[in-house]
Each structure stands twice: as structure tokens, then as C-alpha cells.
């Protein structure tokens, strides 16, 4: 299919940034290294990226503590920090084309999606964060009369934000603007496969008025940029959205360095149960297969494990693979696209791995399973649905962060919230039922950070978004973040 003339001519007056942000300067790593940056649509490199090692790492974390120390913008008064971000948010608003097309050819998401979802989520998270840092306050305590006692929130220092390939721009801002707002520096460490929304937000950062040092960007590696940060005896804390594996690395780094706090948010197996007494089994039925499918599955919240009653599974699974049959892998430019390419080979052949595993195991196929569209270059799996998915099957305990959804019966409600809660992660649950008392006691029973009744994913910047056991701990959105990044201080004052 030919993509349309204003996306093909927009896509050539791209001019890709690869250059890291450190001390308000974009430069180059000291060693001169790069790496190639693909594009998962076509399996084309995109373009050289600077692959920052120890000393730009040291660099930019000396760059945000002298930032700190002397106050260029720890100090600054509320309504001085607030019109600088609000002055970010409109550059990002009117560079918001740019910012999509750069997410949709580095991680391969539609980019209807980039444009309607990232982007503008985005852009809201940095406005809401503006119009919250003024809205933090600090409280008196009860003491003697002859003595002041009060508490105050005070930033932390200087915060590495560690961020994901799924959703770049939109996870970094969840980090970077609390943090922000806070009064602290950041360094930013976007994942290897997806720098370029990251470099363009630094720039845009130093064009709104953020004083150099205040936020610096150093992509490359994880296990060269990003361990270098997490080792760092001069950063005070260490926000983290990405895998348990590098989670846990993290806590080690944490203890190994300066017991730097640690916030963690991590995996998920998020089941969505679906009881005979739905209200609504159409709509069940888009939530099920949008739930695990959106953004080809590559979603910490994505509901993999479909829990079914017995008495409505067979109709429901073929309600939800009607959806899935119209989710057509297809360019990730093409404005028509819903299914884009999976964010690399190696997370392609992942996928690919686990649906010949659920094979293996027993699980009966019902949608799905095949790579396609290879006479492009680019990574792409079909969405794919197992019924008959055991409790101890490998689909059913391992995160597979693609587009792969299992199915599981159940006859009685108890037995649906065991099933539910039978895993080491806890990030997100949902429930479908006509009954107020099953519902509302159902999101007690449910162990996960995230509840959602009749709905997926039916949240947004208002409320706290993190998860209870594997699936990590801190909360990123809504007021909660803010006091992720302050230390609260208690202060006596004696009266004489």
C-alpha cells in the first residue's frame, strides 16, 4: 500500500536526533561511539545514535548536581518553574507531528496511535504536572506554645529516570515532569530502542527555558549507560519502568552504591474476568482483545490471561477473536494501520517463541500465531488467542510483552479470583459482572495496584498507577508521584 504524500514528505524533512543532551549542550559520546538505530517497520537503521558510556554518564550526573546545588532551578519560585513547563508542553504540542512520526518509526506503534494517544498523553502529563507543583504543601504540627513544629517536601537531588521502549515519551514525561516539578535535576536514560522522542524532548527542554544541567539525556545501552547511572554514588534516586530482571538489577546497584532510593515499576500477567453476568458482552469482548492486543501487545497493564465462566466461554473467545481478525498487521505510517510492527527482531522472535511453546504445551490455538508482512524487513506477529490454557502452563505465568492472549475457564467465583491472583505479578486486574457486591468485593479480593470494573484500562493522569508484589513498587500519575521525589523534612523551631 503507498502511504499518503503529506506522510512520505513529512518523513523526509525529518531530521532524526542522535545527539545526547548534557549541561545544555547537544554532544557527542566522549569516545565518539554510536549505535545503529532500526527501525522496527522495515528492519532499515534509522540512523547513528551517540552510545554514551561511563564518563558522559559521570558528566551528565555532575551537570544535574551542580544544576541542584546552586539553585538554577531547585530555587526558582513556583510560578517561574510553571511557566517553563507549560512552555515545554507548547513546543511539544507544536512539534507534536514530529514527536509521532519519530515514535512510530522508532518502535513501529500506528501512527494514528502516536498521534491521538502518546503524544497528546504526553504533553497532558507535563501541562498537569505545571498547573500540581504549586499544589504541594507542607504541614504545621501540634506542639507546646513555646515551640513551632512543621514539615515540608524537599527534592530529592538528582533523579535517573530509566524508561521503556513501548510507550518512550509517554513514560518519560510520567518520570521527568514530577520530578521536575519537584525542584530536582534529572538524567534521562532512554531505552537503546527508542532514543529519538527522548533527544528531541531534551532539546525542546533547553529551548523552553530549562537552565543547563537540569535535565540531560544520555542514550545507549543498558548495560554500559544505564548500569553506570544505577552505580552512581552522586544520583539519589532511580526511577524505573522496564523488566523484573533489570529491576532486580537495579535494587543490587542501589545497594552496591549509595543506597539510592529505588522506584520500580514492572511486569505484568494482568487478568480480565469476565463473569456470566456481564452487562455487556460486546463491549467485554473489544476490551479483551484490545486490552492485550493495543500497541501489538507490548504493554506492562496488557490483560494476557482472559478468565472466562464456563457457561458463556465458548461464545465470548469467538466474540473476541471477531475483534482480533480485524486487527490486521500493517506500516505503521499508514494513517488506516490499528497493528503496527513489534519494537524489534529480538522481541518479534520472543513472541514467536512463546506461541510455539503454548503449542508445545497443549493450549489450542484459536487465532494467530504466524510472523508476518517479511517481504518488508519489518518485525510483525499476528494477534493470536489460546483456549484451553492450563494454570501452570508457561503462557499462563510468563509475561510475554507481545501479542499473545490465553484463555482459562472457571465455575465459581472463588475460583476465578484464585485463578486471578495466582501469579507472581501485580500490576492490573479487571472484572465484568452485573452484581455491585461481586464487583465491589471482587476489587478488594484482587491483589494488583490497578482495578478496573466493567472497563480496561479506564484510568488517567488523576489517579496512581504502579503495581503490589513482582510487578514493583512507587507510584507514577497523579499526586503520589510528586512525593515520590521529595524527602519530607521535619523542622522544630524553639520560641523564646
Same mark, same amino acid.
Given at each position: 500500500?503507498?502511504?499518503?504524500?503529506?506522510?512520505?514528505?513529512?518523513?523526509?524533512?525529518?531530521?532524526?536526533?542522535?545527539? /545526547?543532551?548534557?549541561?545544555?549542550?547537544?554532544?557527542?559520546?566522549? %569516545?565518539?561511539?554510536?549505535?545503529?538505530?532500526?527501525?522496527?517497520?522495515?528492519?532499515?537503521?534509522?540512523?547513528?545514535?551517540? %552510545?554514551?558510556?561511563?564518563?558522559?554518564?559521570?558528566?551528565?550526573?555532575?551537570?544535574?548536581?551542580?544544576?541542584?546545588?546552586?539553585?538554577?532551578?531547585? &530555587?526558582?519560585?513556583?510560578?517561574?518553574?510553571?511557566?517553563?513547563?507549560?512552555?515545554? /508542553?507548547?513546543?511539544?504540542?507544536?512539534?507534536?507531528?514530529?514527536?509521532?512520526?519519530?515514535?512510530?518509526?522508532?518502535?513501529?506503534?500506528?501512527?494514528?496511535?502516536?498521534?491521538?494517544?502518546?503524544?497528546?498523553?504526553?504533553?497532558?502529563?507535563?501541562?498537569?504536572?505545571?498547573?500540581?507543583?504549586?499544589?504541594?504543601?507542607?504541614?504545621?504540627?501540634?506542639?507546646?506554645?513555646?515551640?513551632?513544629?512543621?514539615?515540608?517536601?524537599?527534592?530529592?537531588?538528582?533523579?535517573?529516570?530509566?524508561?521503556?521502549?513501548?510507550?518512550?515519551?509517554?513514560?518519560?514525561?510520567?518520570?521527568?515532569?514530577?520530578?521536575?516539578?519537584?525542584?530536582?535535576?534529572?538524567?534521562?536514560?532512554?531505552?537503546?530502542?527508542?532514543?529519538?522522542?527522548?533527544?528531541?524532548?531534551?532539546?525542546?527542554?533547553?529551548?523552553?527555558?530549562?537552565?543547563?544541567?537540569?535535565?540531560?539525556?544520555?542514550?545507549?545501552?543498558?548495560?554500559?549507560?544505564?548500569?553506570?547511572?544505577?552505580?552512581?554514588?552522586?544520583?539519589?534516586?532511580?526511577?524505573?519502568?522496564? %523488566?523484573?530482571?533489570?529491576?532486580?538489577?537495579?535494587?543490587?546497584?542501589?545497594?552496591? %552504591?549509595?543506597?539510592?532510593?529505588?522506584?520500580?515499576?514492572?511486569?505484568?500477567?494482568?487478568?480480565?474476568?469476565?463473569?456470566?453476568?456481564?452487562?455487556?458482552?460486546?463491549?467485554?469482548?473489544?476490551?479483551?482483545?484490545?486490552?492485550?492486543?493495543?500497541?501489538?501487545?507490548?504493554?506492562?497493564?496488557?490483560?494476557?490471561?482472559?478468565?472466562?465462566?464456563?457457561?458463556?466461554?465458548?461464545?465470548?473467545?469467538?466474540?473476541?477473536?471477531?475483534?482480533?481478525?480485524?486487527?490486521?498487521?500493517?506500516?505503521?505510517?499508514?494513517?488506516?494501520?490499528?497493528?503496527?510492527?513489534?519494537?524489534?527482531?529480538?522481541?518479534?522472535?520472543?513472541?514467536?517463541?512463546?506461541?510455539?511453546?503454548?503449542?508445545?504445551?497443549? /493450549?489450542?490455538?484459536?487465532?494467530?500465531?504466524?510472523?508476518?508482512?517479511?517481504?518488508?524487513?519489518?518485525?510483525?506477529?499476528?494477534?493470536?488467542?489460546?483456549?484451553?490454557?492450563?494454570?501452570?502452563?508457561?503462557?499462563?505465568?510468563?509475561?510475554?510483552?507481545?501479542?499473545?492472549?490465553?484463555?482459562?475457564?472457571?465455575?465459581?467465583?472463588?475460583?476465578?479470583?484464585?485463578?486471578?491472583?495466582?501469579?507472581?505479578?501485580?500490576?492490573?486486574?479487571?472484572?465484568?459482572?452485573? &452484581?455491585?457486591?461481586?464487583?465491589?468485593?471482587? /476489587?478488594?479480593?484482587?491483589?494488583?495496584?490497578?482495578?478496573?470494573?466493567?472497563?480496561?484500562?479506564?484510568?488517567?493522569?488523576?489517579?496512581?498507577?504502579?503495581?503490589?508484589?513482582?510487578?514493583?513498587?512507587?507510584?507514577?500519575?497523579?499526586?503520589?508521584?510528586?512525593?515520590?521525589?521529595?524527602?519530607?523534612?521535619?523542622?522544630?523551631?524553639?520560641?523564646?
Amino acid at each position: 500500500m503507498t502511504l499518503p504524500a503529506a506522510i512520505t514528505d513529512a518523513v523526509a524533512r525529518l531530521t532524526l536526533p542522535g545527539l /545526547a543532551v548534557i549541561d545544555g549542550a547537544l554532544v557527542e559520546a566522549a %569516545s565518539g561511539a554510536v549505535f545503529h538505530n532500526v527501525s522496527p517497520r522495515d528492519g532499515q537503521v534509522l540512523n547513528a545514535v551517540a %552510545s554514551c558510556g561511563q564518563v558522559d554518564v559521570d558528566r551528565a550526573v555532575a551537570s544535574a548536581r551542580a544544576a541542584f546545588e546552586d539553585g538554577r532551578w531547585r &530555587d526558582l519560585g513556583p510560578r517561574q518553574k510553571k511557566a517553563i513547563l507549560f512552555r515545554l /508542553a507548547e513546543l511539544m504540542e507544536r512539534d507534536a507531528e514530529e514527536l509521532a512520526l519519530l515514535e512510530s518509526l522508532d518502535v513501529g506503534k500506528p501512527i494514528r496511535d502516536a498521534r491521538a494517544v502518546d503524544i497528546p498523553l504526553a504533553i497532558n502529563t507535563c501541562r498537569w504536572y505545571a498547573e500540581a507543583l504549586d499544589k504541594v504543601y507542607g504541614e504545621v504540627g501540634t506542639s507546646p506554645v513555646d515551640r513551632l513544629s512543621y514539615a515540608v517536601h524537599e527534592p530529592l537531588g538528582v533523579i535517573g529516570a530509566i524508561v521503556p521502549w513501548n510507550f518512550p515519551l509517554h513514560m518519560a514525561m510520567w518520570k521527568v515532569a514530577p520530578a521536575l516539578a519537584m525542584g530536582n535535576s534529572v538524567v534521562l536514560k532512554p531505552a537503546e530502542q527508542s532514543p529519538l522522542t527522548a533527544l528531541k524532548l531534551g532539546e525542546l527542554a533547553l529551548e523552553a527555558g530549562l537552565p543547563p544541567g537540569v535535565l540531560n539525556v544520555v542514550p545507549g545501552l543498558g548495560a554500559t549507560a544505564g548500569e553506570a547511572l544505577a552505580l552512581s554514588m552522586d544520583v539519589d534516586m532511580i526511577a524505573f519502568t522496564g %523488566s523484573g530482571p533489570v529491576g532486580r538489577k537495579l535494587m543490587e546497584y542501589s545497594a552496591r %552504591s549509595n543506597l539510592k532510593r529505588v522506584s520500580l515499576e514492572l511486569g505484568g500477567k494482568s487478568p480480565q474476568i469476565v463473569f456470566a453476568d456481564c452487562p455487556d458482552l460486546d463491549a467485554a469482548a473489544q476490551a479483551a482483545a484490545w486490552g492485550v492486543f493495543y500497541n501489538q501487545g507490548e504493554v506492562c497493564t496488557a490483560a494476557s490471561r482472559l478468565l472466562v465462566e464456563a457457561s458463556i466461554k465458548t461464545d465470548f473467545v469467538a466474540r473476541v477473536a471477531a475483534v482480533a481478525r480485524d486487527m490486521v498487521p500493517g506500516d505503521p505510517l499508514d494513517p488506516g494501520t490499528v497493528f503496527g510492527a513489534m519494537v524489534s527482531e529480538r522481541q518479534m522472535n520472543t513472541a514467536l517463541d512463546y506461541i510455539a511453546t503454548a503449542d508445545s504445551q497443549g /493450549a489450542r490455538r484459536v487465532l494467530g500465531g504466524q510472523r508476518v508482512r517479511r517481504d518488508s524487513g519489518g518485525f510483525y506477529v499476528e494477534p493470536t488467542i489460546f483456549d484451553r490454557v492450563e494454570a501452570d502452563s508457561t503462557l499462563a505465568r510468563e509475561e510475554v510483552f507481545g501479542p499473545v492472549l490465553g484463555v482459562m475457564g472457571f465455575e465459581t467465583e472463588a475460583e476465578a479470583f484464585h485463578l486471578a491472583n495466582d501469579t507472581v505479578y501485580g500490576l492490573a486486574a479487571g472484572l465484568w459482572t452485573s &452484581d455491585i457486591n461481586r464487583a465491589l468485593g471482587g /476489587a478488594r479480593k484482587l491483589k494488583a495496584g490497578l482495578v478496573w470494573v466493567n472497563g480496561w484500562d479506564a484510568c488517567d493522569i488523576t489517579m496512581p498507577f504502579g503495581g503490589f508484589k513482582q510487578s514493583g513498587f512507587g507510584r507514577d500519575r497523579s499526586l503520589h508521584a510528586l512525593h515520590k521525589y521529595a524527602d519530607l523534612k521535619s523542622v522544630s523551631v524553639t520560641l523564646r
